[in-house]
């Protein structure tokens, strides 16, 4: 089968194209003919340093996501996943690949009326939002902050949050980043690669920070006193810090993302419903075929990137 190799961690180009032989499901596994492949922010810092989320002995065949039809079944699993579309996770690695194998009790269906591109799309980043709103519940009407508003995970929740009734305010970096934030429903904007960002918008309630570091700590600056902050990504290469004692001060809490593997799925659920029935909406910015993995990470990399960025696997 074709595959992309990751032999040495580094720069996008130890990313190499080439063949692998093609997976065999073992007990409770099912292989997946994959479509798609759903990249993340996280696959492209395990690329370049070995850290993360993700383990695995190179070589290896990266990928934790993928969408597809179910071509064979392993021992015990059931029969009624045979050529059923479904998502999954890979545990990390094989999803850059044209077959994956996969335990099928990871597996998702998608709904019907729901296309396999945006299911895919929605895997990692459409469970994450709805956690990510479950954990911090804004009460309607709630101004909530959401940083990097244009990115996967972004642009979902700014659709999750104003549907729950809250007063979104989009933060992201330039005009077409911002257009879209506003078009997907967000009350303002605000611009991040503007000098004095923060002293536009009103103090908010609640931070939703996928960014980190120096930015994610500005916004902290935009919470009220008896706010909430929320951080699920480090974007920047680190987490954002609010020392104890002024949160203390302030009386902020930090609210931290801790769900079983009941809420996941739930989670993951949800999201495709909604967005079968057209409540959400998936925001697929770039696709590369399968042989441009390492285009694809440079264009996430470059900050350049619009909602979600996939791999086309299927020639």
């Known amino acids: 089968m074709r595959a992309v190799w990751l032999r040495e961690f580094g720069g996008p180009e130890v990313l190499v194209p080439g063949s692998a032989p093609d997976p065999v499901p073992g007990e409770g596994q099912v292989l997946i003919e994959v479509a798609h492949a759903n990249l ?10 070995g850290l ?4 695995g002995d190179l070589p290896m065949v990266p990928g934790n996501g993928v969408g597809g039809t179910v071509t064979a079944l392993g021992p015990g699993t059931d029969p009624a996943w045979l050529g059923r579309r479904v998502v999954s996770s890979t545990g990390g690695s094989g999803g850059y690949a044209e077959l994956a194998a996969v335990p099928a009790d990871g ?8 296309a396999l591109d945006d299911a895919t799309a929605l895997l990692a980043d459409g469970r994450t939002a709805r956690l990510l709103l479950e954990t911090a519940a ?18 979902l929740l700014v659709q999750l949050a104003t549907a729950a009734g809250a007063h979104v305010v989009a933060a992201a970096g330039g005009p077409s980043k911002l257009a879209l934030a506003a078009e997907l429903g ?40 008896g706010g909430k902050l929320l951080s699920y990504g480090l974007a920047s290469g680190s987490w954002t810090d609010l020392p104890p004692a002024e949160a203390a001060a302030r009386d902020l809490t930090v609210l931290t993302l801790r769900p079983t593997p009941e809420h996941v799925r739930a989670a993951t659920a949800h999201v495709l419903a909604e967005a079968a029935a057209h409540r959400l909406r998936p925001v697929i910015g770039r696709r590369f075929p399968l042989e441009r993995a390492a285009d694809a990470h440079r264009a996430i990399e470059s900050r350049a990137t619009l909602g979600k960025t996939l791999l086309d696997v299927a020639p």
């Open 107 to 114: 597996l998702h269906p998608v709904p019907d009326g729901l």
């Open 138 to 155: 804004p009460a309607p009407g709630a101004r909530v902050l959401v940083t990097a508003a244009a990115g996967g995970v972004g642009t």
């Open 186 to 225: 967000a009350a303002e904007t605000t611009d991040y690669l503007r000098p004095g960002w923060t002293r536009g918008p009103d103090p908010v309630d609640l931070v939703l920070d996928g960014v980190g570091g120096t930015l994610g700590r500005a916004a902290t600056g935009l919470l009220r006193d």
């Open 52 to 55: 993360g989320p993700f383990t």
């Open 40 to 49: 993340t922010f996280v696959e492209t810092q395990f690329r370049a340093t």
